[in-house]
C-alpha cells in the first residue's frame, strides 16, 4: 500500500545514545517532514525537506539531524539522547499545496 | 500573530448525538483548511480539505466542515456520532505557494454510551 513508512515503531534508549528513525513515501511527494507529539504540545516541526539534498530547521530542531538523499528517504538522527527527547515521531510526507500523509509514528522512550 | 486556534481542549458528547468541533484561523489571506483525526496510538489521518470553492466540505467517516470566512473558522461537524469517533482532532492551515502546515493544538473527543 502506498504510504509513509515508519521504523522502528517503538523504542528504548539509553541517556547518550545515539539511534536513526527512518521514514520512506512510495508516492514521489517532494516535501517531507518530522514532527514530535508530546501531551499537552501538540504538534512541534523539527526538520523539513521540500526534495533531495534541500533540508532546513523546524521549530524545534536541537539534538536532531536529518538528510535527504533521495526523494523517498528522510531519517532522522537524534545525536546523543535526553530525557526531554522521550516523545512519539511522526513523519509526513505531501505534494505542493495539499494535505499531509502521516506514517504511524515511533515511540521513542530515553531512560 | 499568525496561528490556528482549536477553542475546546476536551469535548464528551453522547453517542448518537450530534458533534461540533471548532477552528479558527488568523492569516491575512485564505488558507487552505484541513482537519485530521488521531486515534489512540495511531497517526493522523486526514479527514477532509478545503481549497476554495463550495464552502461546505464532505470528508471521510461520515464528518463535514464549513468554511466561514466573515468568521475566519473551518468547524467540524458530524450529525451522529459513534463510539469510534473517540479521538483527537487537528485542524491546520497552509498556502499554496508554501508546504508547511501549520497545527492547531488539537481537540480530544470522548463519546459516552
Known amino acids: 500500500n502506498a504510504g509513509v513508512t515508519q521504523t522502528p515503531k517503538f523504542q528504548v534508549l539509553k541517556t547518550g545514545q545515539s539511534m536513526t528513525l527512518q521514514c520512506a513515501q512510495d508516492m514521489n511527494h517532494e516535501y517531507m517532514s518530522w514532527y514530535r507529539q508530546d501531551p499537552g504540545m501538540g504538534l512541534r516541526l523539527i526538520h523539513y525537506?521540500?526534495?533531495?539534498?534541500?533540508?532546513d530547521q523546524g521549530e524545534v530542531p536541537n539534538g536532531y539531524n536529518v538528510s535527504r538523499s533521495t526523494t523517498e528517504d528522510f531519517p532522522l538522527r537524534l545525536l546523543s539522547a535526553a530525557p526531554s527527547q522521550t516523545s512519539v515521531y511522526f513523519c509526513?510526507?505531501?505534494?505542493?499545496?495539499?494535505?499531509?500523509?502521516f506514517g504511524s509514528g515511533t515511540r521513542l522512550t530515553v531512560v | 500573530a499568525q496561528s490556528v486556534t482549536q477553542p475546546d481542549i476536551h469535548i464528551t458528547v453522547s453517542e448518537g448525538a450530534s458533534l461540533e468541533l471548532r477552528c479558527n484561523y488568523s492569516?491575512?489571506?485564505?488558507?487552505?483548511l484541513f482537519w485530521y483525526v488521531q486515534s489512540p496510538g495511531q497517526g493522523l489521518q486526514l479527514l477532509l480539505k478545503y481549497f476554495s470553492g463550495d464552502t461546505l466540505v464532505q470528508g471521510i467517516k461520515g464528518f463535514e466542515a464549513e468554511f466561514k470566512r466573515s468568521q475566519s473558522s473551518f468547524n467540524l461537524r458530524k450529525p451522529s456520532v459513534h463510539w469510534s469517533d473517540a479521538a483527537e482532532y487537528f485542524c491546520?492551515?497552509?498556502?499554496?505557494?508554501?508546504?508547511?502546515?501549520?497545527f492547531g493544538a488539537g481537540t480530544t473527543v470522548t463519546v459516552r454510551a
Open positions: 509526513a510526507s505531501s505534494p505542493p499545496g495539499d494535505g499531509y500523509t
Open positions: 492569516y491575512g489571506a485564505t488558507p487552505y
Open positions: 525537506s521540500v526534495g533531495a539534498g534541500i533540508t
Open positions: 491546520a492551515v497552509g498556502f499554496s505557494n508554501d508546504y508547511k502546515l501549520s
